[in-house]
């Protein structure tokens, strides 16, 4: 079991930076893929970003890559991603979430997740 608290997200000006942090519970941490989807009002949830267990793979979507940066420290069992030149259309709830397995981008194969923190990017 896994249980995973997102925090860092705030109201920034387009531009801005930000860096969401999750951390989780349970000492398989290190076991998983880690994920980040994000959900704007009215839209599906969407992948942003997951690493594997190691941290030595990453994958993006293609709206935030060269932009964000997805990390993790297994030590301190937590992901990271930090979101640099945020645009209004990054405004979204973001959500952490955990599959025990390969990097993968579909929301429903992924098995815990967090309660989301919101982001609000201004133009």
């Known amino acids: 079991q896994v249980q995973l608290v997102e925090s860092g997200g705030g109201l920034v000006q387009a531009g801005a930076s930000l860096r969401l942090s999750c951390a989780a519970s349970g000492r398989t941490f290190s076991t998983y893929c880690m994920a980040w989807f994000r959900q704007a009002p009215g839209k599906e949830r969407d992948f942003v970003a997951a690493?594997?267990?190691?941290?030595?793979?990453?994958d993006y979507a293609d709206s935030v890559k060269g932009r964000f940066t997805i990390s993790r420290d297994n030590a301190k069992n937590t992901v990271y991603l930090q979101m640099n030149s945020l645009k209004p259309e990054d405004t979204a709830v973001y959500y952490c979430?955990?599959?025990?397995?390969?990097?993968?981008?579909?929301?429903?194969?992924?098995?815990?997740w967090g309660q989301g923190t919101q982001v609000t990017v201004s133009s």
């Open positions: 690493i594997n267990w190691s941290g030595t793979r990453t």
């Open positions: 979430a955990a599959v025990s397995g390969w990097l993968i981008r579909t929301a429903a194969n992924y098995n815990y």
